[in-house]
Nanobody, 124 residues
Framework: QVQLVESGGRLVQAGGSLRLSCVAS????????MGWFRQAPGKEREFVAA????????YYADSMKGRFTISRDNARNTVYLQMNSLKPEDTAVYYC?????????????????WGQGTQVTVSS
């Protein structure tokens, strides 16, 4: 069992930056692939970014490339999402997720554990 707790979401102006954190606890959590997803009101959950257990492989949604950066610190059991040049359309609840199975990092169905989410609101 792995528990995930996100933090760092808040209200920010367009063009600003935020760093989200996700602390994982539980058995072998540092061996899991980790991802960030988001869900805006009235929209489906969408993939944002992911990284493998070592942080050596990283994956991004096309619309986030160049603006968002995922990283992890296994010594702290923490995954980060640095978000720059934020836009109002980035407003959403951001979720951290962990996966142990092989397979796509882009699909939420491949993830075993989810956090409760943290709200990011970008004002224009």
């Amino acid at each position: 069992q792995v528990q995930l707790v996100e933090s760092g979401g808040r209200l920010v102006q367009a063009g600003g930056s935020l760093r989200l954190s996700c602390v994982a606890s539980g058995r072998a959590s540092s061996s899991y692939g980790m991802g960030w997803f988001r869900q805006a009101p009235g929209k489906e959950r969408e993939f944002v970014a992911a990284t493998n257990w070592s942080g050596g492989l990283k994956y991004y949604a096309d619309s986030m490339k160049g603006r968002f950066t995922i990283s992890r610190d296994n010594a702290r059991n923490t995954v980060y999402l640095q978000m720059n040049s934020l836009k109002p359309e980035d407003t959403a609840v951001y979720y951290c997720a962990a996966k142990s199975r092989a397979g796509s990092y882009y699909s939420g169905s491949m993830y075993d554990y989810w956090g409760q989410g943290t709200q990011v609101t970008v004002s224009s």
